[in-house]
T-cell receptor
Framework: GAVVSQHPSWVICKSGTSVKIECRSL??????MFWYRQFPKQSLMLMAT?????????EQGVEKDKFLINHASLTLSTLTVTSAHPEDSSFYIC????????????FGDGTRLSIL | GENVEQHPSTLSVQEGDSAVIKCTYS??????FPWYKQELGKRPQLIID?????GEKKDQRIAVTLNKTAKHFSLHITETQPEDSAVYFC??????????????FGTGTLLAVQP
């Protein structure tokens, strides 16, 4: 169990386009999902914590109007990169955890975003 | 807030040798420490985790040790194989993130197992 699906896996689009990435927990309910950004050969940088039915909690330095997060159900969270520019090109990866403290996070396959 | 440091950044070992990766954390209230393995272009996968009420946990060739007093924990891989080659990340759950399962990740260790 604990399968997380992320879609799409690749996105190439023009500058100014908004891009939506979906993260789904397939076989468990995830009250909390997390969105990370990962640069080549670097660690996972937490962008925001997505809580079902409430507003996301953004990490310092992450623009909430740039990276819109919606967690409308216990199995789906979406990240929308609004008006994307080349500097937004990166590997975005989500994770989800079951309810309760100290539960492991289970990761999706990630989305490689390239803005031309 | 929590800060996690990880060493070494790269590690090269011969097949069959052991590999040790070490992490330190700053928040003494942290109580959950998972380790993830990430192969190139793929998702991080949980390989082992430890909670603060135990000092050591083992799963076949993989073991993790935790020293709460010193605030460090280590990953030990014995009898390494080429398929162990990957980037390994340690993580710690800060005290303020316990309910949400928030994790702070280390900077990663690129492990290369030479056949």
């Amino acid at each position: 169990g604990a399968v997380v699906s992320q879609h799409p896996s690749w996105v190439i689009c023009k500058s100014g386009t908004s891009v939506k990435i979906e993260c789904r927990s397939l076989d468990f309910q995830a009250t909390t999902m997390f969105w990370y950004r990962q640069f080549p050969k670097q660690s996972l940088m937490l962008m925001a914590t997505s809580n079902e039915g409430s507003k996301a909690t953004y990490e310092q330095g992450v623009e909430k109007d740039k990276f819109l997060i919606n967690h409308a159900s216990l199995t789906l969270s979406t990240l929308t990169v609004t008006s994307a520019h080349p500097e937004d090109s990166s590997f975005y990866i989500c994770s989800a955890s079951r309810q309760g403290g100290n539960q492991p996070q289970h990761f999706g396959d990630g989305t490689r975003l390239s803005i031309l | 807030g929590e800060n996690v440091e990880q060493h070494p950044s790269t590690l090269s070992v011969q097949e069959g040798d052991s590999a040790v990766i070490k992490c330190t954390y700053s928040d003494s209230a942290s109580n959950y420490f998972p380790w993830y393995k990430q192969e190139l272009g793929k998702r991080p996968q949980l390989i082992i985790d430890i909670r603060s009420n135990v000092g050591e946990k083992k799963d076949q060739r993989i073991a993790v040790t935790l020293n709460k007093t010193a605030k460090h924990f280590s990953l030990h891989i014995t009898e390494t194989q080429p398929e162990d080659s990957a980037v390994y990340f340690c993580a710690a759950s800060p005290a303020d993130g316990g309910a949400t399962n928030k994790l702070i990740f280390g900077t990663g260790t690129l492990l290369a197992v030479q056949p």
